[in-house]
């Protein structure tokens, strides 16, 4: 075997010794109809258009649905706006990307929407692959993504399968968002040079918002790189944040 498949053998061996797979849908409850009611299970699967959608949140995927909040879910709906934004604890300088950084969250049942930076993350918090996020990354609105989605003791948790082959999660690979006792969003993300972004809510789930700077983050990969080095190095800088930690 070359060199370069002994490398990636290893690489996998590693991601899957320290993986957990879990590919089978959770069971759906059972839900009794009521004249008039919308589940989540009655809407469409939202997707990120060709593109990203622009500087305007398209209109909200999940506005008709009448589904009570699973429990343990955090109540994250609304429109966000990044407020203090921390890289390693200390604050994001002035004119960093960050601070245009709008989201929007829809959430029905166990079904979360979540729409920022030009794409639609829509996904069931079961903590299955099968019914997390299957779209596209933010960096280039061309490679794919998958993502499992989760609520644990209240807070919204995102694990990314780095490899889309090999349908596996690490457990504490994870992005969070969660509400602190003043009622703001806290989005944590430890890979980008240990992120912490606390946000205000500025509208409702139901409200529109057009930015007005079309600014995008840093990084991403390469025109030319394969998508196995890149998802990869996103693997290195998790282990190279935790190892921080």
Not at 38 to 59: E, K, M, R
Not at 165 to 172: D, E, G
Not at 176 to 187: A, N
Request: proline content about 9%; overall charge negative; glycine content about 10%.
């Amino acid at each position: 075997m070359s060199r370069g498949g002994i490398g990636v053998a290893l690489a996998l061996a590693i991601v899957a010794a320290a993986c957990s797979r879990d590919t089978t849908p959770a069971p759906k409850p059972q839900r009794t109809s009521q004249p008039g009611a919308v589940t989540a299970d009655d809407i469409p699967v939202a997707h990120t258009p060709p593109g990203g959608y622009g500087l305007s949140f398209p209109a909200p995927a999940l506005a008709s649905c009448t589904e009570s909040l699973v429990a343990g879910a955090p109540d994250l709906r609304g429109i966000w706006k990044a407020l203090r934004p921390e890289r390693d604890g200390e604050p994001v300088p002035e004119g960093d990307y960050i601070y245009s950084y709008v989201e929007r969250i829809e959430q029905c049942g166990d079904r979360i929407v979540d729409m920022g930076g030009g794409t639609i993350a829509d996904a069931r918090a079961d903590g299955t692959v099968a019914n997390g996020v299957h779209d596209v990354s933010v960096w280039d609105y061309t490679t794919p993504i998958q993502v499992v989605a989760s609520y644990e003791r209240g807070v919204f948790v995102l694990r990314p399968v780095l490899i889309p082959a090999l349908p596996f999660t690490i457990s504490w690979l994870k992005v969070t968002r969660r509400l602190d006792t003043e009622g703001h969003m806290v989005w944590t993300r430890p890979d980008r040079g240990h992120l912490m972004v606390t946000f205000e809510r500025i509208g409702s789930p139901t409200d529109g918002y057009t930015k007005q700077d079309a600014r995008r983050p840093d990084g991403g990969p390469a025109p030319g790189t394969s998508q196995w080095l890149y998802r990869l190095g996103t693997l290195w800088a998790f282990f190279t944040a935790r190892s921080d930690s």
